[in-house]
């Protein structure tokens, strides 16, 4: 009786045992941006925390556009092992998702949205009715020469009190080369009915970009 009893003590034992064992802690390894969205060319820094106790590289990749990843950095397994986090910088061109692989654990893809860097017109700030003016301004990143990726806003009012209203919006063309960028340009000749006060702006977006609007330039034609 003594026997059945000790082994009936030492069952519930072993059920309480297996009760109460706690399930390993699920491998998490993370990724997060310094910024959701950026101006190009601006600085950009992903903060990566390692998965515990997974001695493996750490591949920080990127998202492209046709959905694919591919490797944009390397973080060494004897490096991953030792630090707690990692700073990495990056420079996207355009919108992307970024997302961090150690072993078989991934973390989450963030994504930071890109606006093109879009200098404001530059003109003189006197414009004669019947000359032709150019106007012209700076994008980046680069596009090719010839193309039209710039929208050039003009606003007109009669009188400094006046309401601004949008006069008329044209397309420059790429005309060169800067660095990491391009210069574009537009032939502009006022008419008569043209005097007054004129605002000018640059405006872009497209399916890398997210939109963005230079700082107005402001000129009155006579």
Do not use: C
């Not at 699920?26 to 310094?34: D, G, I, M, P």
């Not at 001695?55 to 991953?80: C, H």
């Not at 996207?92 to 692989?101: D, I, L, M, N, Q």
């Amino acid at each position: 009786m003594r026997r059945r009893s000790v082994s009936l003590a030492l069952a519930m034992l072993t059920i309480l045992l297996l009760a109460t064992t706690v399930a390993p802690a699920e491998q998490v390894l993370t990724l997060t941006a310094s910024k959701p969205a950026i101006t190009y060319l601006e600085p950009l820094f992903l903060t990566i925390t390692p998965a515990e106790l997974i001695a493996a590289p750490i591949l920080v990749q990127r998202r492209y556009p046709d959905g694919e990843f591919k490797v944009v950095r390397t973080i060494s397994a004897s490096a991953a092992i030792e630090a707690t986090s990692f700073v990495v910088p990056v420079r996207p061109e355009g919108t992307a998702g970024f997302r961090a692989v150690q072993g078989s654990v991934e973390s989450s893809v963030t994504t930071v949205t890109v606006k093109a860097r879009l200098s404001k017109p530059v003109v003189s700030t006197r414009v004669k009715v019947g000359r032709a003016t150019v106007v012209k301004g700076f994008i980046w990143p680069r596009h090719a020469k010839g193309s039209q990726p710039v929208t050039l806003n003009l606003y007109w009012r009669a009188n400094p009190s006046d309401e601004w209203q949008l006069k008329s919006t044209v397309e420059p063309a790429i005309v060169g080369r800067v660095a990491f960028g391009a210069k574009w340009s537009y032939r502009w000749t006022p008419g008569e009915g043209d005097r007054g006060w004129w605002k000018l702006t640059a405006s872009h977006a497209d399916a890398m970009h997210e939109a963005n609007t230079s700082r107005p330039k402001f000129l009155r034609v006579r």
